[in-house]
């Protein structure tokens, strides 16, 4: 945690303040007994621009890595929750930027899992479709036109501050954020169909999206349990349904779906953002 934060803070800050570091380590206990069901909630109360949000950024990273180490190798471990779309993008790159260095350490210590990704919830626009496939068809669109469509949850590379830009893995029906500098990826995800499909390991989402969860059968992914997996790579869905990932404009995928072998564990942390 210490690492990624050197790297991606060390313009704004020198080290932790006392109240963000008192905040993280008070919370460890609470994250690593599994069988704590916490009747508390912890409130954290300072100015604008105090670094409330770096507080409960840390917690996240530190839980990241440590269901990576003991063993949770992909699933949802954290959800933040904001109030509409208060949320800027500018605080959401920022967040993308945090998780995709943790990403980097996690390839360099060799810990094992999925990697470390990112999953923008919210309500369906032009900006943030519903279906996958509705971007594809943009970037396959620009790209026969000789065009790069830029990077959504990240315009520049953490690494090397090469510009970003979306690729789509045609494999899996994945769109992927790639650096044209030095070549990283970055799964960084804002449809909802890859948001259930492959299941980031933070979300960021807001409270009316959370609100209409009931509706849609497909979120129960995300809170792990016993699910199927579609045999052409698309990603998870609900036990025993069907995958329904869009291949076309009348097309969806028809490929088998089998039982996944293992439950995935569902989410430890639910954060609201700005009470």
Same mark, same amino acid.
């Given at each position: 945690?210490? *690492? ?7 313009? @704004?800050?020198? &080290? ?6 008192? =905040?993280?380590?008070? /919370? $460890? ?6 069988? &704590? ?19 409960? =950024?840390?917690? %996240?990273? +530190? !839980?990241? +890595? ?15 929750? +904001?109030? !509409? ?12 930027? $945090? %998780?995709?260095?943790? *990403?980097?350490? #996690? ?6 899992? /999925? ?12 900006? +943030? ?22 990077? %959504? ?40 169909? *890859?948001?259930? #499909? =492959? @299941? ?14 009931? @509706? ?6 995300? !809170?792990?349990?016993?699910?199927? $997996? ?8 609900? #036990?025993?349904? /069907?995958?329904? %990932? ?17 439950? $995935?564990?569902? @989410? ?8």
């Amino acid at each position: 945690m210490n *690492e990624v934060f050197e790297e991606a803070m060390s313009d @704004l800050y020198e &080290n932790w303040r006392l109240f963000q570091i008192v =905040f993280i380590v008070m /919370s $460890i206990p609470d994250i690593i007994d599994l069988n &704590n069901n916490r009747e508390n909630l912890d409130i954290i109360h300072v100015t604008t621009g105090g670094g409330k949000s770096e507080a409960y =950024f840390g917690l %996240v990273i +530190f !839980l990241l +890595f440590w269901d990576r180490l003991r063993g949770k190798s992909q699933g949802v471990s954290a959800i933040s929750k +904001f109030p !509409l779309r208060m949320l800027s993008i500018q605080q959401l790159q920022r967040i993308a930027k $945090i %998780v995709t260095l943790a *990403e980097e350490l #996690r390839k360099k210590y060799k810990i094992n899992g /999925s990697p470390l990704s990112v999953g923008y919830y919210v309500g369906v626009s032009d900006a +943030f479709p519903r279906f996958t496939y509705d971007k594809i068809k943009e970037i396959k669109s620009a790209t026969n036109k000789g065009e790069k469509i830029e990077g %959504v949850l990240l315009d520049a590379c953490p690494k090397c501050q090469g510009k970003i830009h979306l690729n789509v893995d045609k494999d899996i029906h994945q769109i992927v954020h790639n650096c044209e500098k030095c070549h990283r990826k970055y799964y960084l995800y804002f449809t909802n169909s *890859e948001i259930y #499909r =492959f @299941l980031p390991s933070i979300i960021i989402s807001t409270v009316d999206k959370l609100a209409s969860v009931a @509706l849609n059968r497909r979120f129960k992914n995300l !809170l792990g349990g016993k699910l199927s $997996i579609c045999s052409d790579g698309h990603g998870f869905v609900p #036990r025993n349904d /069907s995958c329904e %990932v869009k291949l076309g404009l009348h097309k969806s995928c028809e490929a088998e779906t089998n039982i996944y072998d293992h439950e $995935i564990e569902g @989410l430890t942390l639910m954060i609201q953002d700005e009470m």
